[in-house]
């Protein structure tokens, strides 16, 4: 084997050829979307080479490791030999999970994958170990436009950011980070993300206060538009003010929905204003029983769906809204208090489906629960 390029493991797997039972890999019939699953234990890595001319592909490793293939294949191969390869993909879109992976094969792949077309790539369920490679001579390779992160775990812990930053050409318009091992970066590093319009923070919920004040690196997201916290910890909109106060981030639109806000809205911190640009704000979801204090005092948009306000807001406790969304709360819904109810007390039918329905945000708070992010 000695001399396949080791890169083409991630993105064409050529090795270990065996008879297995299952094929891996599918591809739909209007050659789109492409996902394999090497779940089987002598898995048929060769399956994947009908991804080839898909645009959207899934390549899941059945939670196994790839260190091995790091002692089988040509670390050293130029990537310029497949450029031609390479550039033909139709590739837009590519997702990478389930696996524990050396960084030296991981940022290798991204070394290559930054002469095809790939604009969004999606890391999940991953185990980042060891190292991560010097940059490559010419600088930064990935012209990403959307990188989405779901429980990926990093040797180098917080650092990552600043490690993967490095690699991506300026131009990252989306950057989602959920469940999240560290998001402790370290912010002197940081590049700043000069065109990144959406930052999600959601489905961290050990996150909290603190943590956002950590993770939102000061005045490096200047051109910040959405930002989505939801599930993440938060307590009262004020924290999430004085965080963006404290980064100098003015994002336009804030969701954070599916929070387990505190049921008794204290006074705001006086000292906290919301950035000018701020026009829209989701707390639905957020078992909140009267309105927060400290609101923003004009708002285009306000959900304040699916909490458990049990009589109509007075105009003086809101702030001026042009669109005001109040469903799914208890004092519009008739009979509610029905004891054989077997939605919690409180929670509207309606709103009760949510898997993170107030009082329920359970299973990712109980898996992330004990992971401390500062
Ligand atoms: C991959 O296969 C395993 C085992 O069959 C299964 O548990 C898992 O849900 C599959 N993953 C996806 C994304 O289909
Ligand atoms: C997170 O990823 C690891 C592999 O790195 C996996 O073992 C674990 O089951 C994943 N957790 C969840 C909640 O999916
Ligand atoms: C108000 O917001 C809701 C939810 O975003 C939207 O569906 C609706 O069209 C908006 N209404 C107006 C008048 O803008």
Redo the contacts with the bound molecule.
Sequence with gaps: MDGVPWWLLLLLPLLDISAATTEPCELDSDDTHCACNFSDPQPDWSSAFQCISAVNVEIRGGGRSLEHFLKRVDIDADPRQYIDMVKALRLRRLTIGAARVPALLLFGSLRVLGYSRLKELTLEDLEVIGTTPPLPGGGPVLGLSALHLRNVSWTIGGAWLVELQRWLKPGLKVLKIAQAHSLDFSCDQVLTFSALTTLDLSDNPGLGKRGLIAALCPHKFPALQDLALRNAGIQTPNDVCSALATAGVQPHRLDLSHNSMLATAKPANPGCVWPSALNALDLSFAGLEQVPKGLPAKLS?L?LSCNRLNREPRPDELPKV??L?LDGNPFLVSGNSNPRSTVPSGVVPACAHSPLAVGMSGTLALLQGARSFV
């Design positions: 948009m959900s042009g669109n969304s």
